[in-house]
Structures are given as C-alpha cells and as structure tokens.
C-alpha cells in the first residue's frame, strides 16, 4: 500500500522559481533537481525529527526516503519542510513513475503546471490517472 504524507504537514508551497516545460521556456535556463535540491545534512536531520512527529512505528531512517510532496520537477519548494516527508522507502520508488507521467502531461501542454502539483499534492496516489 502507497503512504502519503499526513494531511496537517502538506502540501508545501510551489516555489516561484519552478522549471518550466520546454514549450514555455525563453532564454534562461530552468533550474533542475540537481542544482536547487537541499543537502542531505538538512534532510536527513529534516527526517529524523518528521519520523517521530508522524509517529512511524519503524523509527530507523534507512527505511525512509526524504521526499517532496510536490516533486523538485513540478516546481516544488525545494527546503520547505511542508513539502518534504519521510516515505516508506520502495525500490523502485512507486512515486518517481507519477511524477514522471505528471512532468510529460505538463512538457505536453495537456496538463497545467497548477493542476499537475494540485494533483499530486492532494493524493500522490492517483495524480497520473
């Protein structure tokens, strides 16, 4: 069964400086993942503390991954502790396949950058569908 982060610790804000899908793109580069993602000494820190505020019975945080609500590519807030939780860690990570889906629908023109983090920060579960 999929988690979702609890209902009084989400979603957090869209950051203002979201990617934008190719279509929308000017002359400046979007920022990615890679360059805007907080470091692991504030998330691991981040997901110790979310762990025992969510009252997970499993409190060893190698079996969580410190992930956003609304993924760094849908322009989620990248440090903002609203939009970051600690989730059940999955190999493969069921979560990275509705972002992706969600991410092409936008890059496509056939889903809003709004709808798209409305989706997926209301019910991560069925954001794609």
């Given at each position: 069964m999929a988690s979702c982060p609890t209902p009084r610790a989400r979603p957090g804000p869209p950051t203002r400086t979201s990617p934008r899908p190719p279509s929308a793109r000017r002359s400046a580069a979007p920022a990615t993942p890679a360059t805007i993602r907080p470091p692991a000494s504030?998330?691991?820190?981040l997901k110790r503390q979310q762990i025992v505020a969510y009252g997970y019975p499993d409190t060893d945080p190698r079996g969580y991954e410190e992930d956003h609500l609304i993924a760094?590519?849908?322009g989620g807030a990248p440090s903002d502790q609203r939009n970051l939780w600690p989730e059940p860690a999955h190999l493969p990570n069921p979560k990275d396949k509705v972002e992706n889906v969600l991410r092409q629908r936008v890059c496509a023109?056939?889903?809003?950058?709004?709808?798209?983090?409305?989706?997926?920060?209301t019910d991560w579960t069925t954001a794609a569908r």
């Open positions: 504030y998330t691991n820190a760094l590519e849908l023109g056939s889903l809003t950058l709004a709808e798209a983090q409305q989706r997926i920060a």
